[in-house]
């Protein structure tokens, strides 16, 4: 079998772990193995049926007192065990933050291989020797890796394909399995959660105003901030912004911040260098403001003015007030 | 409180990444090194904590003789003591890694006594196989958590206490590690300080220990780096000038978010 481990917060399924599926289920296909999902600390007849519409056969469920919210150690301890009981061919993750974390306790525990962020992987008829393509630099680089293990780990690399449901969605069984936990593996259980913000956040707004080092200065992102509330979005930021100390690092777009999905994305006075595109790459649109028509940012989007934001930006703001007047 | 710190020496891309003509590595003639941002952060990370609680920082790199410059930088913002596994530079796997980094700390606690906190960045910044710092604090029975955005050291409880704050969507989940413990650092935890004219003199008289290691390879091994191909895409130009602001809520209202 070819082993999904489904990333969930207290029950709500990650797109990262939907993403595995599809993943999953093309890499199954191809080996002519049946595609089961792991679960977690969970059992929910919700995420199994989910499971099964993005094509997990079986759904392996398992429960236990330290699994009553998500710790990496308690996790993984979890998975390695399923693994141990299961004897999958290949095991795969979904390349989130928590979907990495855990495969890689998962590999310490078996002292086996892992390769995180897998855009392709090829078995090679199944001797045991894959060739596997997959992301350095956040996807700004490739790397062709060989792998030799008879139980590959792996992860997908985050946002590289869409999540799709299977035509043919069978209703999947599922099926507890017994994990002994030692209760000292909670000590890596989250302990509380703080929430700062309700509601949109960088992650998942539709529109994000990201502004760069042309901004110029802290108060000057505040025509940006009346521009995203306007619209139901967030600031984004550049990481020379952060840098500078201009705005706080949890709004930064990048290969070490945020990865960005909305629907259009306004990047003003940004260059566009390497680590700023890796996070706003899976934009569906991207529209840049830049006084540089040559900047790697305005040759990338799909529209662009080439004028000082500092109009720019306020006048988006104007002609949106007088269109709704 | 002993604290250490492993860091990687990565080339400081600009706007493009190219490959050395054998495909095995970045070409860095253009760009030079700099130590991997997390781990950056990671070091200055552990310095404030010292400045707090006292103690000293260990900094450990496995890398070519050059990561001996990733040294003497964290040497001159703060750190008391380098050590360099030395390679020769090819890209080691991240099981062999994992297993020369157990060692020399094995070695360096055996020496000195046991480190109350290992410090690694969450992932390095070129490879990125988001995976030794959990390898090595699994194989030393140290509880981790990984992209940790907040330390908060809490030297009477107990053995001690790292609460440490990891980001989520619009706001952060709380963990409590009891000491001795080892984190995955994100950047942002803090924004790094530049290197004081004091702490540049200090950094060259740092003395780096250096070590070898007989780890052997695991099971991943690169065969060549190349670029993904790229989508050229058509730009159009609304405008030089603000009067742009109509074509451009044209948009917004054509892709229904306004």
Known sequence: MLLVVLEHDRGAMDEAAREALTFGRGLAAQMGLPLHAALIGANDAELVAE???FGAETVYTAVHEVLSDFGPEAWGEAA???IRQLNPRAVLAGGSERGNEIMAQVAARLDLPMVANCLEIDPNGGAGEWTI???????????????VSERPLLTSGLHTLAAEQTDAPAVPVAQAVEVDLDPSLARTVVKDRVVLEAGVTLSTAPVVIGGGRGVGSPEAFAPLEELAAMLGGRVGCSRAVTNNGWRPHSDQVGQTGTRITPEIY????????????????????ILAINIDPEANMVVKADWAVIADLHEVIPAITQEIKRRRA | MRILCCVKRVPAPGAKINVTDDGLAVDASHLGFATSPHEECGVEEAVQI????GGEVTVLTLGPPEAADQLRYAASVGAHHGVLVATDGSAWDPQRTAVALTDAIRGLEAADGPFDLLVFGNESADSGGFQVGVRVAYALGRPIVNGIKGIEVDADAGDGVVRARREIDGGFEVYELPMPAAVGVKEGINLPRYPTMRGRLASKKLEIAEQASDAEPGGQSLVRLHRPRETVTETVILGNSPEAASAVVDVLEELGVV
Do not use: N, P, Y
């Not at chain 1, 306004?266 to 649109?285: E, M, R, Y």
């Open chain 1, 266 to 285: 306004i990047a003003s006075g940004i260059s566009g260098a390497i680590q700023h595109w890796v996070g706003a790459k899976a934009s569906k649109h």
């Open chain 1, 133 to 147: 393509t997959r992301q350095q630099w956040g996807g700004s680089l490739l790397e062709d890796a060989s792998l």
């Open chain 2, 50 to 53: 010292t400045e707090r609680h």
């Open chain 1, 80 to 82: 390695a065990e399923m």
């Open chain 1, 51 to 53: 499971a099964g519409a």
